[in-house]
């Protein structure tokens, strides 16, 4: 009998395990953002099963709180009775189970928050990322899942997943597939193309000034780059996904596709172009970089609590180093846009004072509290600019110290092999891959310029590969408070005080309205007004500070009144040509 037993048990536990976590979502109130969403869990002879909502997204490092947009929640067992819940934390349902039973449940999700690229419900569309809908438990995170979609005639519905039984229906083995491969329904545009025996997709929401033509020609052209940095790829199917529309802009990389938003006026121009295709480049590269391999913090996902690693700098700035070597290696960017970019780059590093203050590695460990806005300028920095630039100084002197024949390509490409998911890596082992392509010790840089805030030799940098930054023949030195402004109500506000530039010592911050300069009504053109004086002229500033009107003394700054730019050196060397070469796979000249 005890044998007979055992083996049921053993049965009953094969049976669930292979059993699928079934997902509907029913869109018929779409202009009113709602989704009546129903989760079956396979029978379970737990006492109680904890359904869980994620507190946050993939590719978005902040407690997002998801779980608010829930309302009519339900529980019944096999036989549609009542369960008893309680919610014991925000976002936690425990449905108590007084037998061996299936569970489903039932709730209605308020989906109108495009720019999280997370949830969207409307008249026209469904961006459905599972995040944002689907409830899991961890007793069944791990096994199969379905999701069925009811939506209205004529909607069209697309993902990274494979289909299910109809054309609105997907399946995953696991909810960390479906988490990752959000889905986009509705009335789309979609093109489909394979290339190198991979099948692609972009469907695109929307209306703007695209060009889908032009889109689908680059996408072709940038999907064939992986070779630049992987020796393989990790998919099969790929899907681009575009939103044409007003507000929302961003991007997040998932599994095997990513979701673009931009303003649908912004595709035409050629800069404006360039934004886009550098984007589907960063997020293509995510392909690799996160998605394949990351940090071992982020191994597993926890979906409600953050997720803390302190190489976030390199899953996010080396992406964005990483783009341009694909697009300029490809030729959807030129080198002059190529400097452009890098020279913006380096300016706004040198523009943030909170370079000086925040590390590489203590950035990407606080992405989950780090805030923007004056203070956030002044005392951190960012995982994408600070290490972009990082990668870059890596890469840079990994190329000198190997005499162009070991790059920071390298050492992505070992990461890739050496670290696939389900295994994470951290610091150690990113250091140890260093050392072993190089065959010298980088431990000391590491703690001079990734443990503490990095202090980089731009003009070395460049001149090593021919480059030079220079200000244009024809920027003059001007005048400066040493602020950023905005208008308020025909007023000039200043939003940022570099902190120990003029307006800072003189004791001015943000939120500050300026109104008179030397008792003279200032324009909100502050270039045009600050144009009578010169650097190290004393003026006093007249500014309202919660509605009072006060007065200060200060000594102009100096700035320039054009960014210095990146350029190649009038006669670069053959060793800085080379190492060029081999640094961004072109041609240093013309």
């Known amino acids: 009998m005890k044998k007979i037993l055992v083996a049921a048990a053993m049965l009953l536990v094969s049976s669930v395990a292979k059993a699928a976590t079934n997902y509907q979502i029913s869109i018929d109130q779409g202009a009113h953002h709602l989704g009546d969403v ?22 978005r490092y902040d407690i997002l709180n998801l779980a608010n947009g829930v309302r009519y929640f339900n529980a019944t067992d096999a036989q549609g009775q009542a369960l008893k819940w309680q919610k014991i934390d925000k976002s936690t349902w425990r449905i108590f189970l007084n037998e061996p039973t299936a569970v489903t449940l039932s709730y209605q999700v308020y989906a109108n928050e495009l720019g999280l690229r997370a949830r969207h419900i409307d008249d026209t569309h469904a961006f459905i990322d599972a995040s944002g809908f689907f409830m899991y438990s961890e007793a069944t995170r791990n096994e199969p899942v379905t999701v069925q979609l009811e939506v209205p005639k004529g909607w069209r519905s697309v993902s990274g997943m494979n289909k299910g039984k109809n054309q609105h229906q997907f399946v995953a083995p696991n909810y960390d597939v479906l988490v990752d491969s959000p889905i986009e329904t509705g009335i789309n545009e979609l093109h489909s193309f394979s290339v190198d025996n991979r099948d692609y997709e972009l469907v695109i929401w929307g209306e703007g000034n695209f060009d889908s033509d032009k889109m689908v020609a680059d996408l072709k052209t940038l999907v064939k780059t992986g070779h630049v940095v992987w020796d393989d790829y990790p998919y099969e199917r790929y899907v681009f996904m575009v939103h044409a529309t007003s507000g929302a802009r961003g991007a997040t990389e998932h599994l095997n596709s990513t979701i673009i938003q931009r303003h649908r006026d912004k595709f035409a121009k050629r800069e404006d172009y360039l934004g886009f295709i550098a984007t589907a480049a960063h997020e293509f590269i995510h392909t690799w970089n996160v998605k394949a391999y990351r940090p071992e913090g982020m191994v597993p996902y926890d979906y409600v609590a953050p997720n803390y690693t302190r190489l976030l700098w390199l899953a996010e700035g080396s992406t964005s180093y990483l783009e341009d070597h694909l697009l300029l290696r490809s030729g959807l960017m030129t080198k002059k846009e190529f400097f452009k970019d890098l020279g913006k780059r380096i300016n706004t590093h040198l523009k943030t004072p909170g370079r000086e203050v925040q590390s590489a590695a203590h950035t990407s460990f ?8 004056d203070h956030g300028r002044n005392y951190s920095t960012n995982i994408y600019s600070e290490g972009s630039l990082l990668s870059m100084a890596l890469d840079l002197k990994l190329l000198s110290d190997s005499n162009g024949q070991v790059s920071y390509r390298d050492v992505h490409r ?4 050496r670290h696939k998911l389900p295994k994470g890596f951290n610091e150690q082992d990113v250091i140890a891959i260093l050392n072993e392509l190089s065959g010298q010790d980088y431990s000391l840089w590491w703690a001079e310029n990734v443990e503490a805030p990095m202090n980089l030799d731009f003009d070395a940098l460049l001149t090593s590969v021919g480059l030079e930054r220079v200000y244009p023949e024809d920027a003059k030195q001007i005048a400066s408070l040493d602020v950023n402004t905005s208008t308020d109500k025909g007023l000039l506000k200043l939003d940022h005080v570099r902190r120990g530039g003029a307006s800072w010592q003189a004791g001015l911050t943000a939120g500050d309205l300026i109104v008179a300069i030397d008792g003279r009504r200032i324009s909100t053109d502050l270039a ?5 004086y010169s650097a190290g002229d004393k003026v006093s500033v007249s500014f309202f500070r919660r509605d009072r009107l006060q007065q200060v003394n200060l000594i102009l700054g100096q700035d320039y009144d054009k960014d210095a730019k990146v350029q190649p050196v009038k006669a670069p060397t053959q060793q800085q040509q080379a190492l060029f070469k081999a640094w961004m796979g072109v041609e240093l000249g013309d």
């Open 366 to 373: 606080d992405k989950w509290i780090n805030q923007g806005g």
């Open 38 to 59: 129903s989760v079956s869990f396979a029978k379970t002879g737990q006492s109680y099963i904890d359904a869980k909502f994620p507190a946050w997204r993939t590719g």
């Open 414 to 417: 070992q990461l890739f092999n």
């Open 528 to 532: 045009t007004t600050l144009s009578a």
